[in-house]
């Protein structure tokens, strides 16, 4: 893995809220979730019935972007990306992001094990990202700074397999 490669996903770990974008028969939607990685592969937990999971089932083409409210040019940092999301249905890969979720979202724990107490949460099903291209956006080195990566994707019998195809720095 190349340092540029390990800076977004160093980025990705020591954040928790992601703008996902979908597009539905309503045209674009847009709305925060909780996420967590493993590797590059993203997972959030929605509703099958909202209007971002509806949207995700007829049209798995997305893109996100990942950054905090900055009030300084000098300090904005941001992860951006375009890639294809999946309804996770597999009980292993299930309980895998469930264990990394718990690690990262602590709280977590209370709510998904007492569903019926939170609106909701029943009826919450995972999803994942796979992104095929990312660009990290780094004005503390300099302003406009970014890199950007493309990822192949190979779908294989047990998921997804994501290997780096490119990783340019634009300066």
């Not at 592969?41 to 997305?62: C, G, V």
């Not at 192949?152 to 019998?157: L, N, S, W």
């Amino acid at each position: 893995m190349t340092e540029k490669a390990q800076r977004m996903l160093n980025y990705l770990a020591n954040h928790n809220t992601m703008i996902l974008s979908t597009y539905g028969e309503d045209g674009p939607w847009a709305t925060p979730v909780f996420f967590v990685n493993r590797g590059f592969h993203i997972y959030f937990l929605s509703e099958l019935t909202s209007k971002h999971s509806s949207n995700l089932q007829d049209n798995p083409l997305t893109a996100a972007a990942i950054t905090e409210d900055y009030q300084d040019p000098k300090t904005i940092q941001g992860l951006q990306l375009k890639g294809k999301a999946y309804l996770v249905k597999n009980l292993k890969e299930t309980a895998v992001v469930l264990a990394s979720y718990y690690k990262k979202y602590p709280f977590a724990m209370q709510i998904l094990q007492n569903p019926s107490t939170f609106k909701g949460v029943s009826k919450a099903r995972w999803h994942c990202i796979i992104p095929q291209f990312l660009k990290f956006t780094d004005n503390t080195i300099k302003f406009g700074e970014h890199i950007e990566l493309n990822l192949k994707v190979d779908e294989t019998r047990d998921g997804y397999e994501l290997s780096e195809v490119q990783a340019t720095l634009d300066t």
